[in-house]
């Protein structure tokens, strides 16, 4: 039966071969074939015609969708630069990795008897990562880290605001003054360390705080640049003739700030007179602490002494912001949790999860500003690097490891190994008995640490070696919490990013450099961070001064001698031999802050 052959053998091989006879004919005579009565062509043909044409305009309207999709997803067609008035909040979590998150955030979680699915505020406003390399290292110190955000360029570790060829660099800040607008700094450790020096400072080794605080306060070719600042670090200020002085001159910083104008506190009283920054007067120099203001675990026990990271923003942003009210400029504020990086390098994760929580709680306040202010605001938030190599879990014997780690051994601690370390040197320095140092060290171990398994050996390690002490009673709870540390330095970790607004900030969306945020900032600023660098380097060729043994240098300071610093040059420093350690005793030397 016909309807049994199959599709193919419809027609016979004869009917086909005419077709194509016929077609061949037609195309060499142009006259039509006959195998049509009407003369129209069939519908197999205009079918065909019809699925090339939809074929055709598919394809092209893929292409079309296709660069729709990656124009919308790149950053520079996507976000207009901002206008008007408008305010910037840049925020640095100094030495806080997306570990330090994951420990906090369980801890809080212990803490309130929440569930596991409470958040920090941070959590939410994650939006990228940074990669944190310098020109001289694949592990960036904070010189170097914010030397990437102050004027959006890599340089080597220990330069503040310094190209790896010893040029000054102009900053954000600098010329955010520069352009009209005012400009704070609010940091927890020294207002002369790296990541505040590296806004209205230049310098080629990072040392050099004596000189730092004389920049800062308008002793260099810009003059003054900075509005306000917060922190600690008076010891530079003061003249070494004076008690608690670390300068190595007889300087007087503090009457230099006077001089140039600025307002002067040092005490709770004084900044609580300021009534959360409604009667502070600019310029504003706040200095709470000789050195670093006390962990926030340590702080929260003598709020009658230091002011914390989230009062003195707070105050920072109601004063910034009633200043420029009438003003056709906003401000730029650096607030720095500067002591998560300080837990890092002491492997304490008690100190740590107190200095992220008080860093989230600064955060909190910097977003109901913003809510609250009319003015247009974005917070920007990351860290420069990430501190001690942190893990939440640790391996304690060489049998397989427990699938754990314990927020509970951390809720027990009321005091950090720093200030543990350093009460019990003070308590040593008398030469007690050793009998009685042990007695001294094992209250503290139970009313500092909140231990009371501890062995012989730990006690007497620490009774018997004050120097060691520091990391010893740090070693304790981080291995009672089965908290892991793979070093006392930085690590190379990406950090993350943070923002009020993920479209204001979507340049900053994904993975980027860190030379990618300081770009940012200046790029919603829209500042001339190039005009600040060509006047910069015009006078870095005019200017000399003395150093502290009376040789003449640049204003910038001495540039440190090979081996003092790696190469300036863009490399990654190759393994040249055996590695090596530290020994048990880390002394004071510990490379905090770096």
Known sequence: MAGDRPLLASRNSSEISNDRIAEEDALLTGRPTKRSSNGRRPWAFWREIGIFVWAVVATGLVIVLAVVYQKSHDVKHSKPAPSGKRNLIFMVSDGMGPTSLSLTRSFMQFQNGAPF?????????????????SSSSLVTDSAAG?????????SYNGAISVTPDHEPCGTVLE????????????????????????????VHQRSEEDRIAEQMVGDYPLGRVVDLMFGGGRCHFLPNSAEHSCR????NVVELAKKNGFNYIDNRKAFDDLKGGSALEF????????????YEIDRRNETDIYPSLHEMAEAALKALSDATRDSDKGFFLMIEGSRIDHAGHHNDPAAQVHEVLAYDKAMTSVLEFIENDPTQTVMVSTSDHETGGLATARQLHVTYPEYAWFPGALANATHSAERLAAEYMGYFNNHPSEDARKTFVKNSIENGLGIHDYTNDEVSNIANDPASALYRYADMISRRSQSGWSTH?????DVNIYASDPVAALPLVGNHENTEVGEFLRDYLGVDVKAVTKELRKKYKELKMLDTSGETVGW?????????????????ASYSGDFKKRGVVHGSNCGCGH
């Open 146 to 154: 914010a030397t990437a955000f102050s004027c959006g360029m890599k």
């Open 175 to 202: 010329a955010a003054k520069k352009a009209g607008y005012m400009t704070g700094l609010v940091v927890t450790t020294r207002i002369t360390d790296a990541t505040p020096a590296c806004f209205a400072s230049h």
């Open 283 to 294: 310029p504003m120099l706040g200095l709470f602490a000789q050195t670093d203001i006390p």
């Open 489 to 493: 330095g930085h690590s190379a970790a």
């Open 556 to 572: 910038m300071g001495k540039i440190p001698e090979e081996g003092e610093r790696l190469d300036g040059q863009t490399h990654v």
């Open 248 to 251: 190595g001159d007889n300087k």
């Open 117 to 133: 699915s409470q958040q920090l505020v941070i959590d939410q406003h994650l939006i990228g990562q940074s990669r944190t390399r």
